[in-house]
């Protein structure tokens, strides 16, 4: 195999003498490739508990993915979304979709339209 792409060896490894085990990063490893990312909002309205964004990827698969999202609306503060139910921000991929859900707790709903901004990565590699 030709010896030719990109190489990060570790601090006080020669990159170019250095074994793969000695590597940060190299061309050659199998790394997550991008197939979709960018900006959205989940808006939770007056008097509701629930907000969804769903984003269409198409790929046919579900891949995987890596959503931050406000868990408190407006705080500029992003979480990392879980694949679970565990906390009121979920994130959810099938083949054809990712959903993203901001819930409240039953019985606290929002109080004017509540804005949960976040940010998404859909990757090419199945999940």
């Given at each position: 195999?030709?010896?030719?792409?990109?190489?990060?060896?570790?601090?006080?490894?020669?990159?170019?003498?250095?074994?793969?085990?000695?590597?940060?990063?190299?061309?050659?490893?199998?790394?997550?490739?991008?197939?979709?990312?960018?900006?959205?909002?989940?808006?939770?309205?007056?008097?509701?508990?629930?907000?969804?964004?769903?984003?269409?990827?198409?790929?046919?698969?579900?891949?995987?993915?890596?959503?931050?999202?406000?868990?408190?609306?407006g705080s500029g503060?992003?979480?990392?979304?879980?694949?679970?139910?565990?906390?009121?921000?979920?994130?959810?991929?099938?083949?054809?979709?990712?959903?993203?859900?901001?819930?409240?707790?039953?019985?606290?709903?929002?109080?004017?339209?509540?804005?949960?901004?976040?940010?998404?990565?859909i990757f090419k590699?199945?999940?």
């Amino acid at each position: 195999m030709p010896d030719y792409g990109m190489k990060i060896s570790k601090y006080g490894e020669d990159v170019k003498t250095t074994d793969d085990k000695n590597l940060t990063t190299s061309t050659k490893f199998n790394q997550f490739k991008i197939h979709a990312q960018g900006t959205f909002s989940v808006i939770v309205s007056n008097g509701n508990v629930q907000g969804t964004t769903t984003i269409n990827h198409a790929l046919g698969y579900a891949p995987a993915i890596l959503v931050f999202l406000e868990e408190t609306a407006g705080s500029g503060k992003k979480y990392m979304c879980t694949y679970k139910e565990t906390n009121n921000i979920d994130a959810k991929v099938d083949n054809a979709d990712l959903v993203i859900e901001v819930e409240y707790p039953i019985g606290s709903p929002a109080v004017g339209n509540q804005v949960h901004n976040g940010y998404y990565f859909i990757f090419k590699d199945n999940i």
